[in-house]
């Protein structure tokens, strides 16, 4: 009833009434006794509201602490508590709808075992992080849901709703146990603001197996931050989705679990045992077996095929709001917006023609399941839609008619113009990553206006790949100003590069003292260059303290050198588990020290096979094997090594095809290697001509060998050559 509250006012304004002419009767008039009166009628206020209104505070306070950090941070609750593995169903797990079978059934087919399944199971036992992926639709979640049931049916599972979520809960301090934390299409909650390899280790500390962190990603966005991850240039390296490159690149060995596109040999005999004749189909499918289930290649046909007018409309709608994806902006998009931008999508001879099908009619095609599984664009409330990942995976790899084509500025301009600050970020992070780098400045220019310290740096390093170093040093000294460790440390790069060193070290002690873990790093490398050891080392400390690779890797050679080997294992494994491969080849180096010539194999193997341009692990494998008596192993590892470019690789291909009486093909090995100033193989040519009795050629290479440093060819010369 609304009478009460009524009279419960005016009660209370009269109580307030009477006090007020009291106290001014007192002579309470001065403006600090007044301070006195508000407080007290504000007391008076809060008892009379709860003697009128019996209950309405503990209301308020209910209201206030309505949700939890676990209820904001949770997709899936069960009155107030987590669920069990096995209490959620596929598709609550994101797992897609397969087409119908002839039956008519459209429930997902039993699953059939595949050849990933141990290395999953290893990794969810394990307990900690383990990345699942493969391309789209190739059945990466499907195979992760099963393994979580089997093994970890009974944990609780936390599907955060965002990576932001799921920082503040662990910032709150939350405790889980026995649980499945579920990152379906991971690269959604490594965005600003949300998780990065800080809020992992506090989530899922070292140790723990009973927390496993089960993400998927799609090849393609995984191969993105790879390609990121790979850049050399400290500038480049990372860039506006750097936190993300950082988590990824720890990820690594066993616990990247590859979901194959086709089927094995060993897989397909067992689809004779299904009853299910989608399974067989897919089986046969020139397609991949889960993609054919999830309708993947004929929503590649619906979206492409000619049709009639209503189909013109549907794909245009749908390049729209797969082209919003390719630009980073991952939530639905409401259906008047695909409408204005669909435009921009048809054909040139029907935009703009009364005859043309609605927008909604285009929508609803568009939506329409395919075979009966998924649809091209996916309803979401609020009369929005989100094209299917399948599709974005396809465009990103040139395939459907959005394949490596350009965003339109126009998309950019309409995502902007409604995206929120996060959502902007990672906008910046597509169009940098695109090469499109006027859309990434125009996306992360309000937030650096605004005082955002990340964004400033990012502003600076869009200006850097402009070519404008002055812009960018003038945007990372703001951004150094509002505390960017990341701003301190690209300064302190920019210098370097400069030759300026004075200042390039002042920036880095900056950036290190302000926690960034690749200043730490480079100013350890710095200091070392110097030969100051001492405080080298300390940094190199910090460094890895603080998760840098890099660090840890350095730490480990030094042991190394100073024969601290067991130590240097300790340095080196971390680093090689934090991302840094070529930590591969120096446990190559390190086991080779001690004799255990087996393991440096395997580890030089690692690293030669994880770098396709490492050098050194073919050299060594070379060494190993001819060391051994396995001659033409190792002759087919020296050959790769001198392909990429090693010179001491052509010397000993020359020197063994010598052996064998192949000087013909020794002198052209010889030959390359002079050619890159090799002072060993002018010696060894000089000595080849000297034999075919050519005194003036076999002088020239001599004379070269000695300009190269060779001390032999220096005495032969200053005498008569005959």
């Known amino acids: 009833m609304r009478v009460r509250p009524v009279w419960g006012t005016i009660t209370i304004l009269g109580a307030l009434g009477v006090v007020v002419s009291f106290l001014i009767k007192e002579g309470r008039s001065n403006a600090d006794q007044w301070m006195s009166i508000v407080s007290g009628l504000i007391t008076i206020i809060g008892l009379l509201r709860t003697f009128i209104f019996p209950g309405a505070a503990p209301a308020a306070a209910a209201e206030m602490s309505a949700t939890t950090p676990l209820e904001r941070c949770a997709l899936h609750l069960e009155n107030g508590r987590l669920p069990s593995v096995s209490e959620l169903s596929d598709s609550a797990l994101g797992v897609k709808p397969a087409i119908q079978s002839s039956g008519g059934a459209d429930e997902i087919p039993a699953y059939l075992a595949r050849a990933h399944d141990s290395d999953l199971e290893w990794a969810v036992a394990a307990g900690g992080v383990v990345l699942v992926h493969g391309r789209a639709a190739s059945g990466k979640t499907r195979s992760a849901a099963e393994t979580v049931r089997r093994l970890r049916g009974g944990h609780q599972l936390l599907a955060p709703v965002s990576g932001q979520a799921l920082r503040a809960l662990v910032d709150a301090g939350y405790e889980l146990r026995d649980t499945v934390v579920w990152l379906d299409d991971v690269e959604r909650y490594l965005v600003a603001g949300g998780i990065d390899q800080n809020v992992l280790d506090r989530l899922c500390p070292r140790g723990r197996a009973d927390i496993t962190v089960v993400a998927t990603i799609r090849g393609e966005e995984l191969a993105r931050f790879d390609r990121a991850a790979s850049i050399r240039d400290e500038f480049e390296r990372g860039g506006p989705v750097r936190a993300a490159v950082d988590v990824l690149q720890r990820i690594t060995g066993r616990r990247r679990v590859l979901v194959k596109q086709y089927l094995t040999e060993v897989e397909a005999a067992a689809v004779d045992a299904a009853a299910d004749d989608r399974v067989a189909a897919a089986a046969a499918a020139s397609s991949g077996f889960a993609e054919y289930l999830a309708a993947g290649p004929a929503m590649v046909r619906r979206w492409q095929d000619d049709g009639d007018r209503i189909a013109d409309v549907g794909q245009a709608l749908i390049s729209a709001a797969v082209d919003c994806r390719r630009a980073g902006y991952h939530s639905p998009v409401g259906g008047d917006l695909l409408g204005r931008l669909g435009e921009h999508y048809l054909n040139p001879a029907l935009r703009g023609r009364a005859d043309l099908p609605s927008v909604a009619e285009g929508l609803q095609w568009a939506a329409q399941p395919v075979l009966g599984a998924s649809s091209c664009l996916q309803p979401r409330a609020g009369d929005c839609y989100l094209a299917s990942d399948y599709l974005v995976d396809r465009a990103e790899s040139g395939e459907g008619p959005r394949g490596r084509t350009e965003i339109p500025p126009q998309v950019w301009d309409a995502l902007l113009g409604m995206a929120t600050a996060d959502e902007r970020a990672d906008i910046a992070g597509a169009a940098f990553f695109s090469g499109q780098l006027t859309a990434a400045f125009d996306a992360v220019l309000p937030l650096a206006e605004g005082g955002d310290g990340a964004a400033m740096m990012n502003i600076g390093l869009i200006e850097f790949q402009r070519g404008s170093a002055e812009e960018a040093e003038r945007w990372w000294l703001r951004a150094a100003e509002a505390g960017s460790a990341g701003g ?168 063994v095809h010598f052996e064998a009486d192949r000087p013909a093909t020794a002198k052209r090995w010889w030959q390359r290697a002079a050619a890159v100033g090799d002072a060993q193989a002018m010696y060894n040519l000089g000595v080849l001509a000297h034999r075919r009795g050519d005194v003036d050629e076999a002088r020239s290479w001599y004379e070269r060998a000695a300009q190269a440093g060779d001390a032999d060819a220096a005495l032969l010369i200053s005498g008569p050559v005959d």
């Open 488 to 655: 301190m440390h690209n300064l302190a790069l920019l210098y370097g590069r400069k030759g300026d060193q004075e200042k390039a070290e002042l920036w880095y002690r900056r950036a290190a003292e302000a926690g960034e873990a690749s200043a730490m790093h480079n100013l350890a490398f710095l200091l070392a260059a110097r030969d100051e050891k001492e405080e080298s080392t300390f940094w190199y400390r910090q460094g890895a303290a603080a998760g840098s690779a890099e660090a840890m890797h350095n730490l480990g050679l030094i042991c190394l050198h100073e024969q601290r080997y067991d130590e240097a294992a300790t340095w080196l494994t971390s680093a090689f588990e934090a991302g840094n491969l070529r930590a591969a080849h120096s446990l190559g180096v390190l086991h080779n020290a001690e004799g255990r010539d087996e393991t440096a194999a395997t580890w030089w193997l690692r690293a030669a096979t994880a770098d396709e341009q490492a050098v050194e692990p073919r050299f060594n494998l070379g060494q190993l094997f001819y060391r051994q008596g396995r001659h033409d192993d190792a002759m087919r590892w020296w050959q790769q090594a001198a392909e990429l470019g090693d010179a001491q690789a052509m010397v000993n291909l020359a020197n």
